[in-house]
């Protein structure tokens, strides 16, 4: 085969780092950007994670207050390849930022008056075992080995407080030398079951309602009866049926809705109050008021991260020209990139949630049943985005409203077509369902085909198989199981 050479001239797209940095720090949540702003930080010694944006100089709520006054990063000399550096991006501001001066003076970081309160550290909260612990350590009639033994069976509970595994499965998995055997297991599972809180060392549900009711006192009305329909006829009571129930029991209306309410009351998960998990709490990111009239949408300034360009290393780098100063200069330049790359992600947030408000303003005014069809695709066209920018700046960004706080994603969905010719929100019917099954008759309930009826008349149509997505959405069981009686 013979060998040539041949030129060929072909296009291919290429993203810039600092296009990838944007298109990376546009997907995250407010956590996970704060967490790779620290990582960077510390990578970079020209950024420094300041105490406050200088909001009183830089506004973001339109793209021409992007632009700042930089003139003491003029001098700062560029990176060899600082041709790779300019973007053309439909989401990038073309101007440079304004850096907030970092107070360096001793007067600005003393903290040694003697008023000054550090930070409050929440204090742990107790978890099941450690709870489960203490009771067994103030067991007085009770041995070492036997209190041994029992932490064993605490160490087997799951996060509700249920044995992981049967005692003879547990009995396998201990060494031979301890010299426990089935008994021993046996006796200290009652001891176990004897604590706080009740039901706690049970092996499935029944049996931890069981051991909730034969806690509570003697006296308690019914309470015999409530122990025979759990240990007898608990398949019966989940399935609403009350005739068969009142039939075997020979009881009346009024005795088996206290049996009933006896038992709804119990805790189904007894350790679940302890979870050793801490809270995570959502910080939004769009503030939406009500002010004269009309809805105003705001970014939460306490959400966005504080970063400052360091001003000792800033001032050394302009005053130096030489060869080694060229590391730093490039560090600079991704200083310089990355906070203008968070303010322009604030920018676009803020730009995609003014657009939903605009288009949502009725669900604001009424709620739920008011929310308007929504696609991804309409806001793009209208911001002039890509699709795929809109899906980022929504997932896992929060707006809080006078409603609550949801994520911009909520207010997308899908939508059925109605009589007139327009359309209705999956949100919206999912409200109607809720509001039916909250207006229905408990002795009968309404049936998915009776809601579809109603929707119907409403001029919505939608298909039973619809109608039971939405309601086990909804969490709202059947209609056999919200009978009462």
Same mark, same amino acid.
């Given at each position: @085969?013979?060998?040539?050479? %041949?030129?060929?001239? +072909?296009?291919?797209?290429?993203?810039?780092?600092?296009?990838?940095?944007? /298109?990376?720090?546009?997907?995250?949540?407010?956590?996970?950007?704060? &967490?790779?702003?620290?990582?960077?930080?510390?990578?970079?010694?020209?950024?420094?994670?300041?105490?406050?944006?200088?909001?009183?100089?830089?506004?973001?709520?339109?793209?021409?207050?992007?632009?700042?006054?930089?003139?003491?990063?003029?001098?700062?000399?560029?990176?060899?390849?600082?041709?790779?550096?300019?973007?053309?991006?439909?989401?990038?501001? &073309?101007?440079?930022?304004?850096?907030?001066?970092?107070?360096?003076?001793?007067?600005?970081?003393?903290?040694?008056?003697?008023?000054?309160?550090?930070?409050?550290?929440?204090?742990?909260?107790? *978890?099941?075992?450690?709870?489960?612990?203490?009771?067994?350590?103030?067991? =007085? %009639?009770?041995?070492?080995?036997?209190?041994?033994?029992?932490?064993?069976?605490?160490?087997?509970?799951?996060?509700?407080?249920?044995?992981? &595994?049967?005692?003879?499965?547990?009995?396998?998995?201990?060494?031979?030398?301890?010299?426990?055997?089935?008994?021993?297991?046996? +006796?200290?599972?009652?001891?176990?079951?004897?604590?706080?809180?009740?039901?706690?060392?049970?092996?499935?549900?029944?049996?931890?309602?069981?051991?909730?009711? &034969?806690?509570?006192?003697?006296?308690?009305?019914?309470?015999?009866?409530?122990?025979?329909?759990?240990?007898?006829?608990?398949?019966?009571?989940?399935?609403?049926?009350?005739?068969?129930?009142?039939?075997?029991?020979?009881? =009346?209306?009024?005795?088996?809705?206290?049996?009933?309410?006896?038992?709804?009351?119990? =805790?189904?998960?007894?350790?679940?109050?302890?979870?050793?998990?801490?809270?995570?709490?959502?910080?939004?990111?769009?503030?939406?008021?009500?002010?004269?009239?009309?809805?105003?949408?705001?970014? =939460? @300034?306490?959400?966005?991260?504080?970063?400052?360009?360091?001003?000792?290393?800033?001032?050394?780098?302009?005053?130096?020209?030489?060869?080694?100063?060229?590391?730093?200069?490039?560090?600079?330049?991704?200083?310089?990139?990355?906070?203008?790359?968070?303010?322009?992600?604030?920018? *676009?947030?803020?730009?995609?949630?003014?657009?939903?408000?605009?288009? %949502?303003? %009725?669900?604001?005014?009424?709620?739920?049943?008011?929310?308007?069809?929504?696609?991804?695709?309409?806001?793009?066209?209208?911001?002039?985005?890509?699709?795929?920018?809109?899906?980022?700046?929504?997932?896992?960004?929060?707006?809080? *409203?006078?409603?609550? /706080?949801?994520?911009?994603?909520?207010?997308?969905?899908?939508?059925?077509?109605?009589? +007139?010719?327009?359309?209705?929100?999956?949100?919206?019917?999912?409200?109607? /369902?809720?509001?039916?099954?909250?207006?229905?008759?408990?002795?009968?309930?309404?049936?998915?085909?009776?809601?579809?009826?109603?929707?119907?008349?409403?001029?919505?149509?939608?298909?039973?198989? *619809?109608?039971?997505?939405?309601?086990?959405?909804?969490?709202?069981?059947?209609?056999?199981?919200?009978?009462?009686?």
């Amino acid at each position: @085969m013979k060998q040539t050479l %041949q030129l060929k001239l +072909s296009q291919q797209l290429k993203l810039t780092p600092q296009l990838q940095q944007s /298109i990376r720090l546009l997907q995250l949540s407010t956590l996970e950007l704060n &967490q790779e702003i620290e990582r960077i930080v510390q990578e970079n010694p020209l950024l420094e994670l300041g105490e406050d944006w200088n909001t009183s100089t830089t506004d973001i709520s339109s793209p021409d207050n992007l632009s700042a006054d930089t003139e003491h990063l003029e001098n700062v000399p560029e990176p060899a390849d600082n041709s790779e550096q300019s973007v053309s991006s439909d989401e990038h501001a &073309q101007n440079d930022m304004e850096w907030p001066e970092a107070n360096h003076t001793a007067e600005s970081t003393s903290h040694h008056d003697d008023d000054y309160e550090g930070p409050q550290i929440p204090a742990q909260p107790i *978890t099941l075992r450690e709870h489960l612990t203490l009771q067994v350590a103030c067991l =007085n %009639q009770v041995s070492d080995r036997e209190k041994r033994i029992i932490g064993v069976l605490i160490d087997s509970l799951d996060d509700d407080g249920y044995l992981l &595994q049967p005692l003879d499965e547990l009995l396998e998995m201990l060494p031979s030398e301890l010299g426990i055997n089935g008994s021993d297991l046996q +006796s200290a599972l009652k001891q176990l079951q004897r604590l706080d809180p009740p039901g706690v060392g049970a092996c499935d549900l029944q049996e931890c309602l069981v051991l909730q009711l &034969q806690a509570l006192p003697e006296h308690v009305d019914h309470r015999e009866q409530a122990l025979i329909v759990v240990q007898e006829h608990l398949k019966l009571l989940a399935a609403h049926d009350f005739t068969q129930i009142k039939k075997l029991l020979g009881c =009346n209306d009024e005795c088996l809705r206290t049996i009933q309410k006896l038992i709804t009351h119990l =805790n189904p998960k007894p350790g679940s109050e302890f979870d050793s998990q801490r809270e995570r709490y959502i910080v939004p990111d769009i503030m939406v008021t009500k002010q004269q009239g009309g809805w105003v949408v705001s970014l =939460n @300034m306490d959400a966005l991260p504080k970063l400052s360009i360091n001003r000792l290393y800033a001032n050394i780098l302009k005053q130096a020209h030489d060869s080694s100063a060229r590391s730093l200069a490039h560090q600079m330049n991704e200083a310089k990139w990355l906070i203008k790359n968070i303010q322009q992600r604030s920018f *676009t947030i803020l730009r995609v949630a003014r657009a939903i408000i605009e288009r %949502q303003q %009725q669900f604001l005014e009424h709620g739920d049943v008011a929310m308007r069809p929504l696609v991804l695709r309409e806001i793009a066209e209208v911001l002039n985005l890509h699709e795929s920018t809109v899906s980022r700046v929504t997932t896992q960004k929060f707006m809080h *409203t006078p409603r609550g /706080i949801f994520e911009l994603k909520y207010f997308f969905g899908s939508y059925v077509s109605t009589d +007139s010719g327009g359309a209705c929100s999956a949100t919206a019917i999912r409200a109607l /369902i809720k509001q039916l099954v909250q207006q229905e008759n408990s002795k009968k309930p309404l049936s998915d085909n009776k809601i579809a009826t109603l929707l119907e008349q409403q001029g919505i149509v939608v298909a039973r198989r *619809t109608i039971a997505k939405y309601r086990e959405s909804l969490q709202i069981p059947a209609a056999n199981l919200r009978k009462s009686f």
